[in-house]
């Protein structure tokens, strides 16, 4: 029986797995099908509390697999970003956290992936890569909007443009992960860190992610309008779990 290419592990912390490590995960589009179909089982699951992304075999994801060429036609390229990018929205809107835990190479969409999580917790062997110029191409996934508000505009026209490997030294220097541990040590950190992220009560952690995600276009006072809404809630939440 052939091992999926994109694994779910369904529990309290939720494991998605990229395993197509012959082409260090890149996605296909059976990928794609099944990476949607997880993330819809772990936003339903009431159980489920934290997802981990990761990747097999010494990579978090190389991108899109482009091993078949550019041969589609402008709308079928038009209708397949629309389509992947459904699932990156899916990604970015869950209403629990959610963590990268990236090794290897997180480059392309893989790049995509990984920032699109609430957190980011990489080994010191990852290499981030914008490398979608290196292919005649533009950013996709979401990194358009996720790289300048890292690390700030012009960085990101120059990440972008160039499409250079960054490593573990400057992807620390940049924030594009939380944390860098060494590889050997990478595992332990991101269960200790989901533990504690599942231990967060529900209705705080997905107030907390929307409050934050919310304030790129809110003003301040409407950021305090919506952190009393928020609160209200999640008083209400710990008033009725007590009961």
Same mark, same amino acid.
């Given at each position: 029986? =052939?091992?999926?290419?994109?694994?779910?592990?369904?529990?309290?912390?939720?494991?998605?797995?990229?395993?197509?490590?012959?082409?260090?995960?890149?996605?296909?589009?059976?990928?794609?099908?099944?990476?949607?179909?997880?993330?819809?089982?772990?936003?339903?699951?009431?159980?489920?509390?934290?997802?981990?992304?990761?990747?097999?075999?010494?990579?978090?994801?190389?991108?899109?697999?482009?091993?078949?060429?550019?041969?589609? =036609?402008?709308?079928?390229?038009?209708?397949?970003?629309?389509?992947?990018?459904?699932?990156?929205?899916?990604?970015? !809107?869950?209403?629990?956290?959610?963590?990268?835990?990236?090794?290897?190479? %997180?480059?392309?969409?893989?790049?995509?992936? %990984?920032?699109?999580?609430?957190?980011?917790?990489?080994?010191?062997?990852?290499?981030?890569?914008?490398?979608?110029?290196?292919?005649?191409?533009?950013?996709?996934?979401?990194?358009?909007?996720?790289?300048?508000?890292?690390?700030? =505009?012009?960085?990101?026209?120059?990440? %972008?443009?160039?499409?250079?490997?960054?490593?573990?030294?400057? %992807?620390?220097?940049?924030?594009?992960?939380?944390?860098?541990?060494?590889?050997?040590?990478?595992?332990?950190?991101?269960?200790?860190?989901?533990?504690?992220?599942?231990?967060?009560?529900?209705?705080?952690?997905?107030? !907390?992610?929307?409050?934050?995600?919310?304030?790129?276009? =809110?003003?301040?006072?409407?950021?305090?309008?919506?952190?009393?809404?928020?609160?209200?809630?999640?008083?209400?939440?710990?008033?009725?779990?007590?009961?």
């Amino acid at each position: 029986m =052939s091992v999926p290419p994109v694994r779910w592990l369904p529990g309290r912390v939720t494991r998605i797995v990229f395993d197509r490590p012959h082409v260090r995960n890149a996605l296909d589009a059976e990928s794609w099908d099944l990476l949607g179909e997880a993330l819809d089982g772990f936003a339903q699951d009431p159980g489920a509390r934290v997802l981990v992304l990761s990747g097999a075999g010494g990579a978090f994801c190389a991108g899109a697999d482009l091993s078949g060429g550019i041969n589609a =036609s402008s709308g079928q390229v038009a209708a397949k970003m629309r389509e992947i990018a459904s699932i990156i929205v899916r990604l970015h !809107t869950l209403p629990k956290p959610t963590l990268a835990q990236v090794d290897g190479a %997180a480059v392309g969409v893989g790049m995509s992936l %990984a920032l699109g999580c609430d957190l980011v917790v990489a080994s010191d062997r990852v290499r981030f890569g914008s490398v979608f110029s290196r292919h005649g191409m533009t950013p996709d996934g979401g990194l358009s909007w996720l790289l300048p508000r890292i690390v700030g =505009s012009h960085k990101a026209k120059e990440l %972008a443009l160039f499409g250079r490997i960054i490593e573990s030294a400057e %992807a620390r220097e940049l924030g594009l992960a939380n944390l860098i541990v060494p590889a050997g040590e990478l595992e332990a950190v991101v269960g200790e860190w989901c533990e504690r992220l599942a231990a967060c009560a529900p209705a705080a952690a997905s107030g !907390t992610l929307d409050l934050i995600d919310g304030a790129w276009t =809110s003003t301040f006072a409407e950021a305090l309008e919506n952190e009393a809404a928020a609160q209200q809630h999640a008083v209400a939440e710990l008033r009725r779990v007590r009961r």
